[in-house]
């Protein structure tokens, strides 16, 4: 659920390619990571991924 993680957000390369790194905490081991051309399309889709989120978080919130 969001608002439960203390977000480190860090910056990087991958190949010569700017990278953003987005981890829960400093100690996460799998961090969410992308690069320019992902994050226009999230960008462009961030109300749809909004809409993702809050229809999926009740039904997450049911199951626990």
């Given at each position: 659920?969001?608002?439960e993680y203390n977000m480190v957000v860090d910056f990087g390369e991958f190949k010569g390619n700017k990278m953003i790194i987005l981890k829960r905490d400093d100690?996460?081991?799998f961090p969410f990571q992308f690069?320019?051309?992902k994050?226009?399309?999230i960008v462009a889709n961030i109300d749809e991924i909004?809409?993702?989120v809050n229809d999926n978080q009740e039904i997450e919130k049911?199951?626990?």
């Open positions: 659920m969001m608002g100690d996460d081991s690069g320019l051309g994050a226009k399309l909004q809409k993702f049911e199951e626990a």
